[in-house]
Structure formats: C-alpha cells, structure tokens
C-alpha cells in the first residue's frame, strides 16, 4: 500500500526526533488527509531563512552555469558532474545545492508522511519563470512523463521566490488524482511551452481550479496522478521554484520504457538518471542506484 493507515501516521508523527531530541518537521494527520483527499497540501513548515538564502545563491549559479537553456526547462537542476563545462548528461550543468535540498531530511520526512518510510529520490527541476516572457504549463499530470510502475510519486515544489495568481503559480485541480487514471494527452508542438504535452478537453473543468500562492521557503505536495498547471508569467516579478521528485521504494524505476518518447519538450535521459535511496530500503529489490553516478 501506499499510503499508511491514520494510525501508523499517528505513530511515526509521535515518534519522529533528530539527534537532538527536538522534533523533526512532519506532516500533521490533517495535511495527511488533506493531501490523500485532495491531491496536495502546503505544510506548515518551510525552510529556514538561511536555507532559503542558500537556495537562492545556488538558483543564480545555476542560471549562470547555464545561459543556453530555458530557465524554465533547468532538468535535473541537482546532478552535478566534474570538470570544467560538464552538464548532467540532460543538458543542463547542474548545483550540488540542490541536491543537498532534495536529501534534506526535514523534507524526505514530510514525503515520507504520504509515501512511507523507504523513499527514493530520482528527480528535481528548477522551473524560473522570467518577467514579463515566463513560458506556460499546460494542463497536465506528472505521471503521464514518467517510467515508474506501479506509478507513483509525490512531488515537493519549493518557493524561491514569491509565486503569486500574478505571475504564474501552480494551478491544480482538486481530487482530481483520486481515480489513478492518467487521461489522454496531446502534442503541442509549440516553442513558448514549459511541456508540450497537453490534458484533451474533457477530462476536467478548469472553474475548479485553484491557485498556490507560495512565499520564498514555503512548499507544497502533490500526487502524481494530480492534475495541475500554471499561466505564463507576463508580470514584471520572476517565478522560481525547485520541483523534488520522490517516489516509494516499492516502485521500480524502469529505465527501458520511454514515455511520451522524447516529445515532452524538455531534454531528459531516464536511461541515466541517477537515483538515491533517501530513507529506509528498496523494497522493489530492482531499483538501480549505480548507473549515473560518478564511479
């Protein structure tokens, strides 16, 4: 199963400390349900002001390290490889920061609330939307992009900036994950989108959407089968958030499938991608944890 009962939540919740004996960031039983209900939630806990302003320093040498690539589009914003030009094998030359974030464990224990305790990260993207030309997401779901079966994964949107209804914040549709269906998609084969890979009407109405305002350091959850987007950014204020990509150790992370085969309109290489174990075991028993990774 993949999501815990309300009494192992109440459990972990109550057992959770760090080394210090202070307690460890969690989700609340209410956020839980929450997040089970409606498809996502914003915790009440975020980063620290000096975390933050870590994050921020690391976004502005992410950008500079990469001037050729949409800054919406910055895949695997956490892989760093050696040597002086060397990108994550996706195009994109990646901050160490970033995956110093994505292995925080404040963080990989608020996922753990939603997935259980064996956790694996296999993904992050930076998605800064410029003033004034910021691209659009078109409405979609995550897991329509991915090779994880059984197909499951939550992922964590950071705020490093403010992302307001103003310049472009996450949209979602709630409940909307609660059928685990992925509903058909089609191509758009347009230069000004984050995805090219967008809902067929039907699936949904838009009048249910609702807005995730986040302020810098603030976060939010949501399931893979949620359905969610965001407007172009045409405001005069920069929208930066880092999306952290979990998946439960009883998945398997199939690198011989190729979704949507090379037509998302972002460069990646499952193939490739390196994974990390980040809490308890690999239940799967299949999951690669060598290929990717400096040897």
Not at 46 to 59: D, E, H, I, N, V
Not at 108 to 123: R, S
């Amino acid at each position: 199963c993949l999501f815990l009962s309300r009494r192992q939540q109440a459990g972990r919740h109550n057992r959770r400390a760090n080394r210090t004996g202070e307690p460890m960031p969690a989700l609340q039983p209410d956020e839980i349900r929450r997040y089970q209900h409606d498809g996502w939630v914003v915790p009440q806990w975020r980063l620290p002001a000096g975390q933050l302003a870590t994050m921020q320093a690391a976004l502005d040498e992410l950008l500079r390290r990469n001037p050729g690539v949409r800054p919406e589009k910055l895949v695997s914003a956490h892989v760093e490889r050696a040597g002086t030009g060397a990108d994550n094998g996706e195009g994109v030359r990646g901050v160490a920061d970033f995956l110093h974030l994505a292995q925080d464990p404040a963080i990989v224990d608020l996922v753990a609330g939603v997935l259980g305790d064996d956790v694996i990260l296999w993904g992050a993207h930076v998605f800064c939307k410029p003033a004034g030309d910021g691209y659009e997401t078109p409405w979609h779901q995550d897991g329509h992009y991915w090779p994880i079966r059984p197909l499951a994964t939550c992922t964590v949107w950071v705020a490093l900036e403010p992302s307001t209804r103003a310049n472009g914040c996450l949209r979602v549709i709630p409940g909307s994950h609660r059928d685990r269906m992925l509903h058909p998609h089609l191509h758009e084969d347009r230069q000004d989108l984050t995805l090219q890979q967008r809902m067929a009407d039907g699936a949904f109405d838009a009048a249910d959407a609702v807005d995730i305002e986040l302020q810098p350091g603030q976060m939010s959850l949501h399931d893979v089968y949620m359905i969610h987007g965001a407007a172009a950014n045409t405001s005069t204020q920069r929208r930066t958030g880092i999306a952290l990509r979990y998946m439960p150790a009883t998945a398997h992370f199939d690198r011989s499938l190729k979704p949507v085969d090379g037509k998302t309109g972002v460069a990646v290489n499952f193939a490739q991608r390196p994974l990390w174990l980040v809490k308890g075991r690999d239940v799967c028993g299949r999951n690669d944890f060598t290929v990717g990774h400096p040897r």
